[in-house]
């Protein structure tokens, strides 16, 4: 099973514009979002997919590999998708740019459901992790995610889901981590197909998966790393480096 990680890489982020660019350190988010992806020595390859010759510059003056995307697109699947198509590989995994301290063993977690017993019917697997804080669980920048028994998801959604009407019965609520491994099919699928209600609705383009008929696994993780969305987050982030 031949495995490629893409990483996507918007420069024009919304909350924080630039942010791959910003400094961790001696090094930008994005170059430690790659170097932490290699040095899982999961993948066969592993590229930034990117729309901005600044970060194609970056990763390929350090020696890193780099695709600059060629249309636009509105979501980080699409942009992998365009780049999945000259690329030989049973599966891909999206790894996101602005996750410097990206582990090892979620990734392993993901990648070995595609030899489970139930493998067969899995086009795409992600991540997800249990939400306990209350203000997190009710916040709509927290996608939540509710599955089945075997954990195929059901329905993605920014509200908080299940609704407790019955708070005796304590549901667990998970938080759905942008983290896919996609067999490369089911994302030359998504690629091909329209925006779906759903998905424009919520904004959430993991429902096109499932409004198109796709099975998602999610595999429960406790910790995938710390995510950059704002400057405060990079300052954070600080605390974690040594260079």
């Known amino acids: 099973?031949?495995?490629?990680?893409?990483?996507?890489?918007?420069?024009?982020?919304?909350?924080?514009?630039?942010?791959?660019?910003?400094?961790?350190?001696?090094?930008?988010?994005?170059?430690r979002t790659y170097e932490s992806t290699v040095n899982t020595?999961?993948?066969?390859?592993?590229?930034?997919?990117?729309?901005?010759?600044?970060?194609?510059?970056?990763?390929?003056?350090?020696?890193?590999?780099?695709?600059?995307?060629?249309?636009?697109?509105?979501?980080?699947?699409?942009?992998i998708a365009e780049a999945a198509e000259k690329i030989e590989a049973d599966i891909i995994v999206n790894v996101q740019g602005d996750e410097p301290f990206t582990k090892?063993?979620?990734?392993?977690?993901?990648?070995?459901?595609?030899?489970?017993?139930?493998?067969?019917?899995?086009?795409?697997?992600?991540?997800?992790?249990?939400?306990?804080?209350?203000?997190?669980?009710?916040?709509p920048n927290y996608v939540k995610v509710v599955v089945d028994q075997n954990n195929f998801a059901m329905f993605f959604s920014r509200s908080p889901i299940p609704y407790p009407r019955n708070k005796a019965a304590n549901a667990k609520y998970y938080e759905h981590i942008g983290v896919y491994a996609f067999r490369k099919q089911a994302l030359l699928d998504f690629y091909n197909t329209p925006m779906t209600i759903l998905e424009d609705t919520e904004k959430i383009e993991c429902l096109r998966y499932l409004e198109t008929g796709k099975k998602i696994k999610m595999v429960e993780t406790e910790y995938m790393g710390i995510e950059i969305d704002t400057p405060e987050d990079l300052e954070n982030a600080k605390t974690f480096i040594e260079d």
Do not use: W
Not at 67 to 75: A, D, L, M, R, Y
Not at 109 to 115: A, I, N, Q, S, T
């Open 1 to 31: 099973m031949k495995a490629v990680a893409l990483i996507p890489a918007r420069y024009d982020a919304t909350r924080f514009p630039g942010k791959l660019m910003a400094k961790l350190g001696s090094k930008s988010v994005i170059l």
């Open 41 to 79: 020595g999961l993948f066969e390859e592993v590229y930034v997919v990117t729309d901005s010759d600044i970060i194609f510059e970056e990763i390929t003056a350090s020696g890193g590999k780099a695709i600059k995307s060629q249309k636009e697109h509105e979501c980080g699947s699409d942009r």
């Open 104 to 139: 090892k063993e979620p990734l392993v977690k993901l990648l070995e459901v595609f030899e489970g017993e139930d493998a067969k019917e899995i086009d795409l697997a992600s991540l997800m992790q249990v939400l306990t804080k209350v203000n997190q669980i009710e916040d």
